[in-house]
């Protein structure tokens, strides 16, 4: 009998939990290295040298597969992801300034089952007040408001209409088109996927699907304040790649090596071009295979508008007893983020005070006792 692959299994809740919590603790460690002067570059490199070390210490006697799920990206100002420099590249000097407002993203994989958090801080400051305050207050509530939506028998575009309706309350908007998927065994792109403010064509052909138990999502909210919240590359070099399903007879052998390097070292999960062996020959041993859709590029976006955003991303599992979170930021510290608005919307604020989780046990005492 093959061995169940969903949180209906504990063994994978606990592989999960164990890679959220390596996650969330390597994030801490990142953040409080983030003061102003430290290059971001350098932060990329600690931040996976971090998870590699946590990784080594967890199923040491067993057949199990770990590594890292997502690179550490540190991604500054109007600088939405992917943001990880190598040392070659002249990003690789920017270095971190009081006020910079910067989105730490990370991952761990067990067994192939991957928790990837993001968080949004201030650099250097004690106190954040004005437009990122509130920005930082939306995509938390907005969160919050989300995750109590991915219920079995809502659907996609229930989420997409619950952050839309929350980050309104703070005059911030979702970047538009950004994706939240789900989380399976060796993938963090399933099939099921939730978009964020979709353009008028991306919401007639975006499949509507619907929520079940037992599956897994990593919810990704991205906001900045009101105005274009359209996003796009740059001219900043791509680091990180993932590997496709795709197959093709590759006809360099650099890039054959590569790939090979690839699938040993990272599977299915992104990883950045530090991890390879030959930096130097990465990025042209790559562009065969990336020519071929063998590779999938995460390029560095930013927003169009110029201004900073914010990046809240939770891995979660619905569940029979509610939503359980695997890895997720820690809720902001609002006696340091002065904003002076909240949610007004009474549906939303009635959907934020209840409870993630439903306590089967206590109803069934209450009903016993009635």
Not at 306 to 331: E, H, R
Request: a positive charge; hydrophobic letters at 40%.
């Amino acid at each position: 009998m093959s061995e169940v692959q969903t949180v209906a299994n504990p063994d994978v809740v606990t592989k999960y939990k164990i890679a959220g919590e390596i996650a969330g603790r390597v994030l801490e460690q990142v953040k409080a290295l983030a003061v102003p002067g430290a290059k971001i570059a350098d932060l990329c490199v600690k931040g996976d040298e971090l998870l590699n070390e946590e990784l080594a210490k967890v199923y040491n006697n067993k057949k199990v597969t770990k590594g890292i799920a997502f690179p550490t990206c540190v991604s500054p100002n109007d600088c939405v992801a992917h943001f990880n420099p190598l040392s070659t590249d002249k990003e690789a000097e920017i270095e971190l300034k009081t006020g910079d407002v910067i989105k730490i993203s990370l991952g761990a994989q067990v067994d192939g089952y991957p928790s990837i958090l993001a968080d949004t801080i201030v650099v250097g400051e004690s106190k954040v007040e004005g437009a990122v305050a509130d920005m930082i207050a939306a995509a938390y509530y907005a969160t919050e408001a989300a995750l109590r939506t991915f219920k079995p028998g809502n659907r996609n575009w229930d989420v997409t209409k619950v952050v839309d309706e929350v980050v309104k309350d703070f005059d911030c908007v979702p970047l538009e088109g950004m994706m939240s998927q789900q989380h399976l065994k060796d993938t963090m792109d399933g099939k099921k996927k939730i978009i964020l403010n979709p353009s008028e064509q991306q919401r007639k052909d975006f499949e509507s699907v619907k929520f079940e138990e037992d599956e897994v999502y990593g919810l990704d909210v991205i906001v900045t304040s009101a105005g274009s919240a359209k996003a796009g590359p740059k001219d900043t070099p791509t680091t990180i790649y993932k590997k496709t399903a795709l197959t093709y007879q590759l006809k360099l052998k650099t890039s054959r090596q590569a790939i090979s390097e690839i699938q040993k070292k990272c599977g299915n999960f992104p990883f950045t071009v530090r991890m390879l062996e030959d930096q130097k020959r990465a990025r042209m041993a790559l562009q065969e295979p990336l020519n071929h859709g063998l590779l999938d590029a995460f390029e560095v976006v930013y927003a169009k508008q110029g201004t900073p955003v914010v990046q809240l991303f939770t891995t979660f599992a619905i569940t029979k007893n509610g939503i359980l979170k695997f890895a997720s930021a820690p809720a902001p510290d609002f006696t340091k983020i002065a904003t002076t608005k909240k949610v007004v919307n009474e549906d939303l604020v009635a959907l934020l005070n209840t409870s993630l989780r439903t306590n089967k046990k206590k109803k069934k005492a209450a009903k016993t006792e009635a």
